[in-house]
């Protein structure tokens, strides 16, 4: 019997088209319709009758027992390229990596080599390159767009100098091909941009929270939902410049334990409402220098 094993009778490779990423055994493997050797009529060959075609990983992933990369990326209508590992027979493709383009017309459900849903590639980016468009350097009905035109502004109380602080623009300014960009299927996205003066750290939800690092390591954190933050042991902050904090409805801050306040300079309350203080215990008030209180009235129980 003649065993056949990758490489020992040459390289059998292949080009094809992804239509179908649903595999049942959740290793990542896709169905590949592959030219020269898949008809493109569904009819004499349906896509449910393809091979599970295995996708290689990168030796940056362990790809065993949870460890490393998970091996998804491949959408219906990616073009991939590989090779057969039992040669001639052609039963068992692996794919090396996938190819880009520029789609020219949406997928023909009634053809193989096609998404069968219909989907991809997206109609309203037909005649472009499959490279991301932030990537090229084109913001156009993009996130960053969206972002440029939905900043957010903070109001400075008039004892901090009063004013109004508006949310930082990005500094998006990407050139091809400096900019990496990861973006998935429901429009979440991450920037690595090198672009020369305008590099930037950027990662975005679809929601349109996001976390950005300016080219000067200004960073810019927006969050359009809730936070909720748990630090188990200490936290530490250090600002070497002023502090400012809006907050547009209730404030409630609960210490179990002590809690101090030293302020080496001037300290100015505005309250313009009522103030109510209560102490469990004695409560100390001394100062160096005179106390003044003007009230309308003052009334002691």
Same mark, same amino acid.
């Given at each position: 019997?003649?065993?056949?094993?990758?490489?020992? %009778?040459?390289?059998?490779?292949?080009?094809?088209?992804?239509? %179908?990423?649903?595999? &049942? !055994?959740?290793?990542?493997?896709?169905? +590949?319709? /592959?030219?020269?050797?898949?008809?493109?009529?569904?009819?004499?060959?349906?896509?449910?009758?393809? &091979?599970?075609?295995?996708?290689?990983?990168?030796?940056?992933?362990?790809?065993?027992?949870?460890?490393? $990369?998970?091996?998804?990326?491949?959408?219906?209508?990616?073009?991939?390229?590989?090779?057969?590992?039992?040669? $001639?027979?052609? $039963?068992?493709?692996?794919?090396?990596?996938?190819?880009?383009?520029?789609?020219?017309?949406?997928?023909?459900?009634?053809?193989?080599?096609?998404?069968?849903?219909?989907?991809?590639? !997206?109609?309203?980016?037909?005649?472009?390159? %499959?490279?991301? *468009?932030?990537?090229?350097?084109?913001?156009?009905?993009?996130?960053?767009?969206? *972002?440029? #035109?939905?900043?957010?502004?903070?109001?400075?109380?008039?004892?901090?100098?009063?004013?109004?602080?508006?949310? &930082?623009?990005? &500094?998006?300014?990407?050139?091809?091909?400096?900019?990496?960009?990861?973006?998935?299927? #429901?429009?979440?996205?991450?920037? +690595?941009?090198?672009?020369?003066?305008?590099?930037?750290?950027?990662?975005?939800?679809?929601?349109?929270?996001?976390?950005?690092?300016?080219?000067?390591?200004?960073?810019?954190?927006?969050?359009?939902?809730?936070?909720?933050?748990?630090?188990?042991?200490?936290?530490?902050?250090?600002?070497?410049?002023?502090?400012?904090?809006?907050?547009? #409805?209730?404030?409630?801050?609960?210490?179990?334990?002590? /809690?101090?306040?030293? +302020?080496?300079? %001037? !300290?100015?309350?505005?309250?313009?409402?009522?103030?109510?203080?209560?102490?469990?215990? #004695?409560?100390?008030?001394?100062?160096?220098?005179?106390?003044?209180?003007?009230?309308?009235?003052?009334?002691?129980?």
């Amino acid at each position: 019997m003649h065993e056949v094993f990758a490489g020992k %009778d040459g390289f059998i490779w292949f080009q094809g088209v992804v239509e %179908d990423r649903n595999d &049942p !055994l959740m290793l990542g493997r896709v169905k +590949v319709r /592959c030219l020269g050797f898949h008809t493109e009529n569904l009819q004499e060959l349906p896509t449910d009758d393809l &091979p599970w075609a295995y996708p290689i990983q990168p030796i940056t992933s362990a790809a065993m027992s949870g460890i490393g $990369q998970t091996p998804l990326g491949p959408v219906e209508g990616t073009w991939v390229f590989g090779f057969f590992r039992d040669g $001639q027979s052609a $039963q068992e493709p692996m794919i090396l990596g996938t190819i880009g383009g520029i789609p020219q017309e949406k997928s023909n459900t009634d053809e193989g080599f096609n998404d069968p849903s219909g989907t991809y590639p !997206l109609e309203k980016l037909l005649n472009e390159p %499959d490279t991301n *468009k932030i990537a090229r350097g084109d913001e156009q009905e993009t996130i960053t767009e969206k *972002k440029k #035109s939905n900043k957010d502004k903070m109001e400075i109380p008039q004892i901090g100098g009063g004013g109004e602080i508006e949310e &930082p623009e990005t &500094p998006y300014k990407a050139k091809y091909p400096f900019n990496h960009v990861k973006q998935s299927e #429901s429009g979440h996205v991450e920037e +690595v941009d090198d672009t020369p003066g305008a590099e930037r750290l950027h990662k975005y939800h679809k929601s349109g929270t996001f976390e950005e690092i300016h080219p000067d390591g200004t960073k810019v954190v927006k969050i359009v939902g809730n936070q909720y933050e748990v630090v188990l042991k200490d936290n530490n902050l250090h600002v070497s410049g002023k502090l400012n904090i809006t907050v547009d #409805s209730d404030v409630s801050i609960y210490a179990k334990k002590n /809690c101090n306040l030293q +302020v080496d300079g %001037d !300290l100015e309350q505005v309250v313009n409402g009522d103030i109510k203080i209560n102490a469990g215990g #004695s409560m100390k008030l001394t100062a160096s220098d005179v106390i003044s209180l003007v009230a309308s009235a003052i009334r002691l129980n």
